[in-house]
């Protein structure tokens, strides 16, 4: 993981200057140098995302457009981000993992709104140069940057950064700001959860408010027994809206500005990122006042695929032509109070 004031690769580190105007707007002359890195060092908190240095700026993807209308002609004043959960186990090059979560998250600050797309990770979509497969493949074969133009190529969808973290960086976020609350919306009996060594370890939960650990919101994002992946996506998205609330509540915030090097220490093999400091620093000031109902949650549905199994038996969900493109450009609507359904806008499972 790149450290968060290292230059980046072949130069000095980008400024503000690179970014759009709509983005520099939101950095005010008030922020202190100082009082910005102590923003930076926090954010991986509070927004979810990782601290890191890196030197891609947020870039208008010309020409790609959608059936459901140009998507891309709003990128210059966005910024889109795939966050990637990958299934890594202990000793395990990270680079060589599939990914078990898969969310792009869109900020914009013209509208002040902010949107996450959930991807099915058994949706069998087209992997440049390798023909087609599911798209939790595609960072085995050539890590966050080959996941982000499989994602970007299938949705016709601009992807100019990534996060990606591994399971203990979800167990340890949620413990060190002292565990979440979550509506549970039913009950959860799933007794093949699997445990790190080939075994089970059972996961057994009633519908209701929880406060959980780190251990239980691991277990509540990643099981699917007795629900389909539809809802542990909803779930997921779920987590991280609680995971920011809880983070910017007063109490919290304050201790972990406070630690906030030791808590960087101990996630550095954890989380990684190519986001530069200064769009660190955008986003943390972005998301802090940005109310939940501001935030568009969209899921590749059952409407939007279809069951197929392969010759190899492989049970996969083919892409119904051209809804990934209407999702890609519901992404960027402007969220509204909906109820919520198998696919599109809703809000909590």
Same mark, same amino acid.
């Not at 939101?26 to 908190?45: N, Q, Y």
């Not at 167990?171 to 790190?196: A, F, K, R, S, W």
């Given at each position: ?31 202190? =140098? ?6 930076? !060092? ?59 979560? /898969? ?48 994602? =970007? ?53 009633? =519908? ?9 919101? !691991? ?13 542990? /996506? ?8 609680? !995971? ?83 999702? =890609? ?6 969220? /509204? ?13």
């Amino acid at each position: 993981m790149r450290g968060l004031v290292s230059a980046p690769e072949g130069g000095h580190l980008m400024g503000l200057s690179h970014a759009s105007h709509g983005w520099r707007r939101w950095i005010g002359a008030e922020l202190t =140098a100082a009082f910005a890195i102590r923003l930076a !060092l926090v954010l991986p908190l509070a927004v979810a995302m990782p601290a890191g240095g890196g030197r891609l700026s947020v870039t208008q993807h010309a020409g790609q457009t959608t059936q459901a209308g140009t998507v891309a002609s709003q990128a210059a004043e966005r910024l889109n981000v795939l966050l990637l959960g990958i299934d890594q186990r202990p000793g395990q090059n990270p680079d060589r993992t599939r990914t078990d979560t /898969m969310i792009v998250m869109t900020f914009d600050p013209e509208t002040h709104t902010a949107g996450m797309l959930s991807i099915p990770r058994d949706l069998y979509v087209s992997l440049p140069g390798r023909g087609r497969g599911r798209i939790n493949t595609a960072h085995v074969y050539g890590g966050p940057a080959y996941a982000m133009r499989t994602v =970007a190529g299938n949705f016709d969808l601009p992807i100019q950064h990534y996060v990606r973290v591994n399971f203990n960086a979800l167990t340890t976020l949620v413990d060190l700001v002292g565990g979440i609350d979550v509506e549970v919306d039913q009950d959860i009996d799933d007794q093949t959860y699997p445990d790190n060594t080939n075994g089970y370890d059972p996961f057994v939960i009633s =519908a209701g408010r929880h406060h959980m650990d780190g251990a239980t919101v !691991l277990k509540y994002a990643r099981t699917r027994h007795g629900s389909s992946d539809f809802y542990r /996506m909803r779930r997921q998205q779920q987590i991280i809206i609680a !995971l920011r609330d809880r983070v910017l509540s007063t109490d919290v915030l304050t201790t972990l500005l406070q630690n906030a090097p030791q808590i960087l220490d101990t996630l550095k093999d954890s989380i990684s990122t190519d986001l530069s400091l200064p769009e660190i620093i955008q986003l943390i000031l972005f998301a802090k006042d940005l109310p939940e109902e501001k935030v568009n949650r969209v899921v590749v549905g059952e409407t939007a695929v279809r069951r197929w199994t392969t010759r190899q038996g492989a049970q996969v969900l083919v892409p119904i032509p051209g809804r990934l493109h209407e999702l =890609a450009a519901q992404l960027y609507t402007l969220p /509204m109070v909906a109820k919520a359904g198998v696919d599109g806008h809703g809000g909590p499972p």
